[in-house]
């Protein structure tokens, strides 16, 4: 049996009927969003990437969910003179609990898929904000990290405290720095736009069925 | 519809005119040999000819690109190795061996003491300098294969193992028996041994006998050193001597292809003079030199190494001799004759030939191995006075090229051309060999081709590969003796001249591109290899890196929170981290008399963040590459106030890397 054939039907509570794809869709593409969601864990949300004469093939580091990933040790070396905390030091917490939080939102996600009226969009609503949430702890670490500078150190007392670009170029002593956001955080972006379609699709399939059930009550 | 048409018309015209501008660039100040102008005027200011330019051009490197030759070369007394890139003949790197070398650290105070030590005779007579006359990359089938250098030490029977992952001497291998070698280091096309033969005779294991007990007691000794290419050590154990006659046997050259299994060592005194002119006798240079000729040594290396497997030896000093008699029972060794004061023996790329010059001999000897190998299946031969089987000249020459006066080396291209050193002519002689060479260039086979003046006396001639079984072309380097005006003048102590020959044209037309001076030794003979070939690492594999051992110190730290300082009695231990741009600690209290053990541990991981370590008025001086770790120890015999800093320039706050060792009385 085909379960995409358009002769298969769900019979509504008011004896109306609908194509059963009409149901399948919404489920698919919540299930969709999660699965993105939860791969965008493996792959980096942000970088940023630093060019000075003496390094010829730039230093770079990539911020996944939960953890640091490229030259990490020579940027630390290098902002130890401007007393800056060690990069590692930045969203420490987040870092620790992220991969299970995601995990959360995609298992709310799914669960989505099983509860059919609108309360689906209550659980879709940490996922739908999930990757503001990420811009604004990162921009909240950035923030903390230029502001925390160290004045014993070596340059301490000459650096004004400032917050690095989340996106876009900078420049700091000799270093041309490129930050950008990277694929992880796109596919969350992406995961983020299926799931609204989704939930217009959940919406459009389930809101006939609440109404039918109101009409024979 | 023909409107339509114009317009890819019209793209075809634009597309073109760009090209012309793009062409244009340029050739709006070309003039009309094809250089810019600027040049041009350069060249015609500096009286430059057409072939300066061309050599110019050929060997300049712009910055940033990589010469795709490495030559290294020996160091000559200075006792080290000189890596230099070829065409544009920079030295890169001047790698300690035999002697101390503080920029690396070498001998001052780190691990590399220890390596140091290795080559002494014993605690009491150290050696701090060597003669280094040949090196010897590794060969796998009888190509260079990039992973080890060796080179031995003239003047001591030493012989060193250079590891070319980081570009370090790891070994140095006293030879027990010998007092002096010459023909080494040479690798059998495996690098199953690295071979280290002979040079002046002298008696077995440094015993004391007179000259007078010459032909008796005096011997030749040829070593081949079993080298464990997992360890990247020569084994003492797996290793065997040849004793031989005291003929003063001089280069060697292993077989390869169809003479794998074999080696080739020419030899200069069958005369067997000992000298001492101030009795009336004829001095060595007359005494060594009256024969017509003398024996080309031909060694069953693979036999031997059965015999020696099969317990046919004696041990002496440690180390297993196959006694000469034993040689000639089992048909290890035989000779055959070579022309007046013979030099090199030089294996042509398929091992076909064996080349030796005639210092003496305007001639080189070309023997067949095929002919070589006949001889000795045939039997019957007449033997010399210590009963070696002689091959006559007749059954074993293939044939002899006149090249001109004092042919001392050869070596290979890709072409058929056989390149060799003429001393006395100071001349470059491009021959062409015959057989399955004869193939490869216009020329008839066996015929001298050009003689290209060098300056001056040329010794060794080194080409691309050209000593392998895939010689590279290109490229030869003449290593010429003297340079008297080639230079300024820096006194009376002239640098030699290393000139860069090019060979990649056919026929008469070799030319001379580049002189280089060195001005820190002689070397004697470089090896030029395909720099792809080579693989070095960048930085050492992991945070607490031995280079000695190759593997992790047992006292790396990865962080300052490990750093420490423990007493135990007047036992002072130091564990420290090094990272741009501090020491930790910075402060180090002791007490005169405390025996000080100091680890020091490089935290970098970026590419050239070398730190030095200086202690003032300890003479120890380190180099701590990414990731080395590095154990000194030292009696503090001297009280006082102690700096150790950086010595070498690692950031911007280089001169504030230092810490205080304080000396209680």
């Given at each position: 049996m085909n379960p995409l054939a358009s002769d298969l039907k769900v019979m509504l509570p008011d004896g109306t009927s609908r194509p059963l794809l009409t149901y399948l869709m919404p489920s698919a593409v919540l299930m969709l969003a999660a699965f993105l969601l939860m791969l965008s864990m493996f792959l980096p949300y942000w970088s940023m990437t630093m060019f000075a004469p003496q390094y010829p093939k730039g230093l770079k580091v990539e911020v996944f969910v939960n953890r640091l990933v490229g030259d990490v040790q020579e940027i630390d070396a290098l902002n130890h003179y401007l007393g800056m905390p060690p990069l590692d030091e930045g969203g420490k917490l987040e870092r620790q609990i992220s991969m299970a939080g995601i995990i959360v939102l995609g298992l709310l996600l799914m669960a989505a898929v099983f509860v059919h009226n609108k309360w689906a969009a209550a659980l879709a609503l940490p996922a739908l904000t999930f990757p503001f949430i990420f811009l604004a702890d990162l921009y909240w670490i950035l923030y903390t990290y230029g502001h925390s500078i160290d004045p014993t150190s070596a340059l301490g007392g000459a650096i004004a405290p400032f917050t690095p670009p989340l996106v876009g170029e900078g420049v700091i002593a000799q270093f041309r720095t490129i930050a950008r956001l990277e694929i992880g955080f796109w596919m969350a972006i992406v995961a983020l736009l299926v799931l609204l379609a989704g939930l217009w699709l959940h919406r459009a399939a389930y809101k006939p069925v609440v109404e039918a059930r109101q009409k024979n009550n | 519809m023909r409107r339509y048409l114009l317009i890819p018309l019209l793209l075809v015209l634009v597309v073109l005119a760009g090209c012309r501008q793009k062409e244009g660039g340029s050739s709006s100040v070309q003039s009309q040999n094809g250089l810019p102008a600027n040049a041009a005027a350069v060249a015609a200011e500096r009286g430059l000819t057409p072939d300066d330019v061309y050599a110019a051009v050929k060997t300049y490197m712009p910055t940033g690109q990589h010469d795709p030759y490495i030559m290294f070369s020996s160091g000559g007394q200075s006792g080290q190795v000189l890596v230099i890139g070829v065409p544009s003949m920079r030295i890169l790197k001047i790698i300690g061996v035999f002697t101390p070398e503080p920029w690396q650290g070498y001998g001052y105070g780190g691990s590399s003491n220890e390596v140091l030590a290795q080559g002494y005779i014993d605690e009491e007579h150290p050696l701090t300098w060597g003669d280094t006359h040949h090196p010897s990359l590794s060969e796998t089938n009888g190509e260079y294969d990039g992973q080890f250098l060796f080179i031995n030490d003239k003047a001591n029977a030493r012989l060193a193992i250079i590891d070319l992952r980081d570009f370090e001497t790891k070994q140095i291998v006293k030879?027990?028996?010998?007092i002096n070698d010459h023909g080494g280091a040479f690798v059998t096309p495996n690098t199953e041994y690295i071979v280290e033969g002979p040079q002046y005779a002298a008696p077995i294991g440094w015993e004391y006998a007179t000259l007078d007990e010459y032909e008796a007691k005096y011997r030749g000794l040829i070593t081949f050193w079993k080298f464990d290419r997992f360890s990247g050590r020569v084994d003492t154990s797996r290793s065997f001597q040849i004793e031989l006659p005291p003929y003063w046997q001089d280069l060697c050259d292993a077989g390869k292809k169809v003479s794998d299994g074999w080696i080739f060592c020419n030899s200069f005194n069958t005369e067997m003079a000992t000298g001492g002119v101030e009795l009336g006798n004829p001095p060595f240079e007359a005494g060594v030199s009256r024969n017509d000729t003398d024996y080309l040594h031909i060694f069953d290396w693979k036999k031997a190494e059965k015999v020696f497997q099969d317990g046919k030896y004696e041990t002496i000093n440690g180390i297993a001799v196959i006694r000469l008699d034993t040689a000639i029972d089992e048909g290890l060794l035989f000779f055959t004759p070579e022309p007046k004061s013979p030099h090199g023996a030089d294996v042509t790329p398929g091992g076909e030939y064996i080349v030796v010059g005639g210092k003496l001999d305007p001639h080189v000897t070309i023997y067949s191995f095929e002919k070589i190998m006949a001889a000795i299946a045939a039997g019957g031969l007449e033997t010399d006075v210590y009963g070696v089987p002689v091959i006559p000249l007749d059954k074993s020459m293939e044939t002899q090229v006149e090249l001109g006066l004092g042919p001392l080396h050869t070596v290979f291209d890709n072409q058929g051309y056989a390149y060799t050193s003429l001393f006395l002519d100071s001349a470059v002689a491009r021959w062409t060999l015959g057989g399955p060479y004869d193939a490869l260039n216009p020329e008839d086979g066996w015929t001298l081709v050009q003689k290209l003046p060098v300056h001056y006396n040329i010794g060794h001639i080194a080409a691309v590969q050209g000593d392998t079984s895939d010689p590279g072309g290109q490229f030869v380097v003449a290593l010429n003796k003297w340079s008297i005006d080639r230079f300024a003048n820096v006194g009376p102590l002239m640098p030699q001249n290393f000139q860069l020959v090019d060979i990649s044209q056919s026929g008469d037309q070799m030319k001379l591109l580049y002189d280089m001076p060195i001005g820190m030794a002689e070397p004697h003979y470089v090896q030029i290899i395909s720099a792809d070939k080579l693989n070095p690492w960048q930085v050492y594999p992991q945070v607490g890196w031995n280079p000695e051992t190759m593997s992790p110190h047992p006292n790396a730290i990865t962080s300052s929170e490990e750093a420490r300082v423990e007493r135990n009695g007047n036992q002072v231990e130091i564990w420290m981290t090094v990272v741009r741009s501090h020491f930790y600690p910075e402060r180090v209290e002791i007490k005169k008399g405390d025996h000080v053990i100091w680890h020091l541990t490089s935290l970098e991981r970026t590419p050239d963040a070398t730190h030095g370590f200086a202690l003032s008025g300890y003479n120890i001086n380190l180099s701590l590459e990414p990731g080395e770790t590095q154990t000194i120890e030292f009696v503090a015999t001297m009280s006082g106030t102690f700096t150790y800093y950086c010595t070498e320039f690692c950031s911007a706050l280089h001169l504030e890397m230092l810490g205080y060792m304080l000396v209680e009385p």
């Open positions: - | 030879n027990p028996n010998a």
